[in-house]
């Protein structure tokens, strides 16, 4: 065990020198720093439908006041909805957005904007990376023949779960911290509620499941194809060309989630439904295929990489 985990400490060594870490990071400072923009132009354009709807219920002489007393239904029919009372939907919208700029916030809408889409594609070609970066160097004979097959390839897993695990922590640290500077340099002044942080936890975990499913997942795709080019085609091609799938589909899976662990009444992007399946029994038939598939890439490279004379 401990020779794993000097193997693993050894491919964290390489990430480090070979800039893999600081890539990385940039990728996450950019996504941040954008999403604290879009927070921001996402209020000013709410502000500016809640001021046009007030101008059309003025004319109609309906103050805000009375719009705020009536109902506010929303019907769902698609990705489309019907909306009961414009104004008061309009007006919570704005207040939603100020929430939404409060820093302590920045995590959870993170999470519902742009990293859904970015984080997975970034870390599964960072995952790919890893998994050809012996072979693009021609190191893979020397890493046998001092550590070992097994070592070879669990050691770069692991280091890929703890790569995932830190790049979450530090998306949550660097989007707090960003949205702190950018309200003082854009002179913002967010509404006060701290409304997320209840779920952080679970936001947390999942995100950090999500990451490692999409690392070893594109680990394994890279280790049997020996090709980073063709891995980041698959995790292109699936992620912004393929339609959602639905069922045990990982994207429909995630749509599903989103919605009920992160608050998307502000968000930057509109997600589409997923649609309806079992969660649990979805991520555990998920789980149990990474499983599956991570064996067998194993034991056929193993054999390809070290056959038996």
Not at 72 to 100: F, P, T
Not at 196 to 205: A, F, I
């Amino acid at each position: 065990m401990k020779n794993m985990w000097d193997n693993v400490k050894m491919q964290l060594f390489y990430q480090w020198k070979a800039n893999y870490f600081i890539i990385l990071f940039l990728f996450v400072l950019v996504l941040c720093g954008f999403s604290s923009y879009a927070q921001y132009s996402a209020l000013h354009q709410k502000e500016a439908d809640f001021n046009r709807t007030m101008e059309m219920y003025k004319k109609d002489g309906i103050t805000l006041k009375q719009a705020l007393s009536e109902k506010l239904e929303v019907k769902k029919n698609g990705n489309s909805e019907e909306i009961s009372n414009i104004l008061k939907y309009d007006y919570y919208r704005v207040i939603a957005a100020k929430v939404a700029l409060n820093p302590l916030n920045a995590p959870n809408q993170i999470f519902t904007s742009i990293a859904i889409l970015f984080l997975p594609l970034i870390f599964g070609i960072y995952s790919s990376q890893l998994a050809n970066y012996d072979f693009k160097y021609k190191t893979a004979k020397s890493q046998l023949l001092l550590n070992g097959y097994k070592n070879f390839f669990f050691s770069k897993l692991l280091s890929i779960l703890l790569v995932a695990i830190a790049t979450v922590f530090i998306t949550i640290i660097l989007s707090i911290g960003i949205q702190y500077v950018f309200n003082a340099i854009m002179g913002v002044q967010p509404n006060t509620s701290v409304n997320y942080l209840g779920e952080l936890p679970l936001q947390v975990v999942y995100q950090i499941l999500v990451l490692i499913l999409f690392g070893v997942f594109f680990f394994i795709l890279t280790t049997v194809v020996r090709s980073t080019l063709v891995s980041i085609v698959v995790l292109f091609v699936y992620m912004l060309l393929l339609p959602n799938l639905g069922g045990y589909d990982l994207k429909n899976l995630m749509l599903l989630t989103v919605s009920k662990i992160y608050n998307t009444s502000a968000a930057t992007m509109d997600v589409v439904s997923g649609e309806n399946t079992n969660i649990l029994l979805g991520y555990a038939v998920i789980l149990l295929l990474w499983g599956l598939l991570t064996v067998l890439a194993y034991r056929w490279d193993k054999n390809r990489m070290c056959p038996k004379l």
